[in-house]
């Protein structure tokens, strides 16, 4: 499941391929992508693509004068892929296409084997926004996490994976998070202390940053706009890499189940 750095990585590759197009046609070919009536596209202009949260977010402007912009969220979900394709011969490449946006130059597809992800429209950008807190953005501040910790009545790993609280965050980087700020998953929220929540602060933008960079953690389906694989793998502290010995205090990762999900974590250096 693609996680921020993966979406986010998406949406920064996308931006500049379909920023300032115009759309000339959209077809949705899975009937599960109408569960909203799918608006009248044509003559709209692609605005922005960004992220959102963990989706991805299109802002098209209005096709008349008088008219109203709108937006669209892609969730990705499990193997939900969003490709320019500026050709014919690059878009016959792809299979498993759910909805084609004709551009006035090239087109965009929607492909997804597993067919989870999601489309939404929305008429208000105010809408869009997700409940949670980005942990990227300036509202994102020490004195918010704390704050946020202190009402948790939580382990850490599940307090991370509160999309309510802090969105984007998933199995992956909970636990290198964690691993970075040296905090064990299995601490208690309320618990932390005032040098351990600075540190959950530094290590969140720390490792979210490090894995934009590297275009995000392949696994099993991810790829980005242009079907390659995330590079942030070498990075990985903790992360399914159980039994092996932490770079850091020697010690052995180990893995223990939380909320019915994996958590990779460092006995030794992890208190
Ligand atoms: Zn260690």
């Known amino acids: 499941m693609p996680e921020l750095p993966e979406v986010e ?19 949705i070919l899975d009937p599960l992508l109408r ?9 709209r202009k692609i605005v922005d693509v960004r992220r959102s949260g963990k989706q991805v977010l299109f ?25 320019w394709a500026s050709n014919p011969v690059a878009e016959a490449k792809e299979d498993r296409v759910r909805a084609r946006f004709g551009l006035d130059h090239g087109a965009l597809l929607f492909a997804d084997t597993r067919r989870f992800g999601t489309f939404r429209w929305f008429a208000d950008e105010r809408e869009t926004r997700p409940e949670g807190v980005d942990p990227l953005s300036e509202a994102m501040t020490v004195e918010r996490l704390s704050e946020m910790a202190s009402r948790a009545r939580q382990n850490m790993k599940a307090f991370l994976l509160r999309q309510d609280r802090i969105v984007g965050l998933g199995n992956i980087y909970a636990s290198e998070i964690l691993y970075d700020a040296r905090i064990s998953p299995r601490r ?23 894995a934009i960079e590297n275009c995000g953690t392949t696994f099993s389906d991810f790829q980005d706009a242009h079907g390659l694989t995330g590079s942030y793998q070498q990075y990985l ?22 909320q019915q999900r994996s958590t990779y974590y460092c006995g030794g250096c992890q208190r």
Not at 9 to 27: E, I, N
Not at 35 to 43: N, S, V
Not at 59 to 83: C, D, K, N, Q
Not at 237 to 258: L, P
Request: hydrophobic residues 30%.
């Open 9 to 27: 990585t998406v949406a920064r590759q996308l931006a500049p391929h379909l920023k300032g197009r115009t759309v000339r046609s959209l077809r």
């Open 35 to 43: 569960a909203q009536p799918t608006p009248r596209l044509r003559g």
């Open 59 to 83: 802002e098209f402007a209005p096709a008349s004068r008088t008219g109203h912009p709108l937006w669209l969220t892609v969730h990705l979900r499990m193997t939900g892929r969003l490709i």
């Open 188 to 210: 208690r929220a309320t618990a932390l202390r005032p040098t351990e929540i600075k540190r959950l602060h530094g290590s969140t933008r720390k490792i979210l940053r490090r």
């Open 237 to 258: 502290g903790v992360y399914d890499r159980e039994h092996e010995t932490c770079d850091r205090c020697g010690g052995t990762i180990r893995r223990i189940v939380q």
